[in-house]
């Protein structure tokens, strides 16, 4: 099976864009260790500075979905919700066909 | 220094997904060993039957710009650039903050 990966993009309203990112780093941290997670890496556009990118790579769509069930990550997600500038957008889904092993 | 992260998107003249891809895949091989590289995947949109994306983290953008003279890598960028369906889109660029260590 290829691997999943998934761009997202979280706005925070203005002044937020740090404490969303603190709390996307949390839960980095929590999810490094969930079944089939091999990238969780946060990211900012210098052009941007109210939105917060997550790239992931999982081993499968699955893994990804399950990590939303890991101890923690719920209320980190109940936290940040307060800190977005409307709901966050759908991310945008890949299938990884080929590359560099990761 | 934080690393950079590429998300490129490359969409190819209709029937030549797979052909842009394999060229991807040979793009992937000649900088996976260069200085910086840490992840070069390759990856299809399921609802696009046309576009590739590659998504890049390096250690600085400069070592991402230095692979774009490997040996061998312009060759292949020109051997991709008839199959595209218009000039290359520019990629997003990111700065990693945090995350999944790679």
Redesign the interface.
Known sequence: MN?Y?L?GKLTAKPGHQEAL?AI??QA?KLV?TAKG?R????????ADSHSV???E?WDSKEDHDNSLKVEGVRELITQAMPLLDGPPAKG?????????E?
Chains 1, 2 share one sequence.
């Not at 990238?39 to 210098?46: A, S």
């Not at 945008?92 to 560099?100: F, H, P, R």
């Open positions: 691997q990966l761009n990112a996307l780093f980095s490094a997670c990238l969780y890496v946060i990211g900012k556009d210098k990118y997550v790239t790579i945008q889904e890949l299938e990884i066909i080929g590359g560099t990761i």
